[in-house]
């Protein structure tokens, strides 16, 4: 079994300087969290710390005896599902107090030790799998027989029978939990030069503004509005990457031959293989998705075209992909977004609506940003028998409305999930986790669309969906078609080089942008992006994306047609959390993500979107 995942990272959209944040005046109690509902005080959570601590040398009695009846193996299982859901507990209020003030020494010194406590977890549960696999699916069957309580781990113990041919003897595992913490290089490397190390340069833009153009300055300052500013900052942020290609070449390759060499150890044909089997994902989910995407071309290309009308440009640059297509003159009060975005689930039905607008008077979410406050967005739903936990940086626009929307849609399957659920199966994987939160933004624009007051107003709406569209489902399938590329070349034995990585990444971002077809020309600096994406040491994940905005587009559209069984087919979904594998709950739901369907109900959703504008500007012009 895994640890449960306590943080669901999702957006990411505010990469704000920590410290140049002003505090918003118009903060009150009721707008930050509650952490009291997780423990009183520290010294509350002291006292859950040691009772941890003495669980785990309870629970290390377990070790060589768990196949030795079926009443110490209940005990034993029962002890490691609450030894799990007290320390997700314990971190959960650690690390969200950090979050608070990433300054302040108190919750850094907390988030310390709920990492210890999670090390000293991790390794007085390793003899967990290898002594299950030794038992054997008929023993662990005949317990599950004897014993109907039992029932609630079916789904995690299967996940590791069903792996026995690629897990190791005891020793083996040991050598390969050893070496595990001596082969991160590749990915701390990549972490300390890109945000530590890396010579940013400076440019001077045409206002006269002097500006370091390190990774959180090129997020803000590529989509100005002066065209010769936005190339400038692309210039000189990519040719800085293009200095350190070898460097960069040298440190995937190493990534990409780890990759190989586990999947080796472990038995399996190759590395994505190994990376979808942790959550029994058919490879053919994967090879699908990026078919419809290169199939489906033409109208990313169509948005590109109609992106290059609105901005006013002949040629479209890869550094135009960044300017709003319409810039927000509308203000959103956080009382104002909750409003829209209670009225926006309604189709989710009265039970669904009103444990999310209780949830919001609830002190559930952390609302304004602050100085040292965590960046970004995010929900947590680990703390099993309290609630979701929200962190925004709300700053009163259209995108933090749609942010605010997204967040409860994780926040309701939390909810649901761990309502449904015992706490050993609530967790649930990325796989079906952002199809919650983009079903929730499909709603939203539906919403916004049928109060909207003006086409302006229409157009930011339209404008905001149809880029969320390219970069959550053709952005991340064109990451998703990189990464099988350069595995596959590893996995045959090839040797890769900067240089070379860089070519294949290049061939495929042009071919997307339809560089050849003169929709977007690409620059050659530009295609050292692939060294900018961390996601990369993170084998075959952000796929994942793509999927399930294409499962959530679907699900949403069944639901607004008003399909007999849609909702409550989708509310299941959110209901199983992770006592089913993700990929045969979804499409028992209906959504069969190895098939061409969702994809292309995505797309007509994404041609819908801009049918909607360009009657709209045919409209202004006459």
Known sequence: MNLRKYFVVITALLLLPLLSIAANPAETEADRWNLKDMYADQSAWDKDAIRLEAQLKEFATCSGKLGSSVKVFKACMDLYADLQKRYALLASYAFQWRDEDTGATAGLDLSQRADLLGNQLQEASSFLNPEILKMG????????????????YRQPLDNILRTAEHTLDK???????????????????????????????????????????????????????????????????????????????????????????????????????????????????????????????????????????????????????YPPLVKGRSEFSI???????LA???????????????????????????????????MNGAAYDVHPYLLLNYNNDYESVSTLAHEWGHAM??????????????????????????????FLLDHMMKIAMSDEEKLLYLGSDLENLRGTFF?????????????????????????????????????????KEGVVKIDDLYTIEWAYIPHFYRGFYVFQYATSISAGSMFAAEILKGTPGARERYLNVLRAGGSRYPYELVKEAGVDLASPAPYQALIARMNRVMDQIEAIQAKKAN
Do not use: C
């Open 344 to 378: 926006s689930a309604k189709p989710l039905g009265e039970d669904y609506v009103a444990a999310m607008a209780m949830g919001t008077k609830s002190r559930w979410m952390d609302v304004y940003p602050r100085p040292r406050k965590a960046s970004g967005a995010y």
């Open 475 to 515: 952005r991340q399938a064109m990451f998703a078609d990189f990464e099988r590329t350069v595995h596959a070349k590893v996995d045959k034995g090839e040797s890769l080089t900067g240089e070379a990585i860089t070519k294949i990444y290049g061939d495929i971002l042009k071919r997307y942008h339809g560089d």
């Open 413 to 442: 399957h939390s909810y649901l999930s761990n309502k449904t659920q015992p706490f050993i199966t609530a967790d649930y994987p990325t796989f079906t986790a952002e199809i919650a939160s983009t079903t929730n933004e499909v």
């Open 137 to 152: 699916s008929a023993k662990v069957a005949g317990f599950l027989k004897q014993d109907k309580s039992l029932v609630i």
């Open 171 to 321: 020793r083996g595992e040991a050598l390969i939990a050893t070496f595990g913490s001596a082969t991160n290089t590749a990915e701390a490397v990549y972490g300390t030069l890109s945000n530590a190390d890396m010579p940013w340069p400076k440019v001077k833009l045409s206002d006269g503004t002097e500006v370091v153009i390190d990774q959180s300055a090129y997020t803000k300052y590529r989509s100005l509005g002066n065209r010769e500013d936005r190339k400038l900052v692309f210039d000189a942020f990519w040719g800085k990457w293009k200095e350190f290609e070898r460097t960069y070449g040298v440190n995937f390759y190493e990534y990409l031959k780890k990759s190989n060499a586990y999947s080796k150890v472990r038995n399996y044909s190759d590395s994505i293989t190994q990376a979808l089997d942790g959550n029994k994902l058919p490879v053919a989910v994967y090879n699908m998705l990026i078919e419809q995407a290169n199939a489906n071309l033409p109208t990313l290309h169509r948005y590109f075209k109609l992106r290059a009308k609105m901005l006013g440009v002949s040629e479209m640059r890869y550094y135009d992909i």
């Open 335 to 341: 009382k104002d977004g909750t409003a829209l975005m």
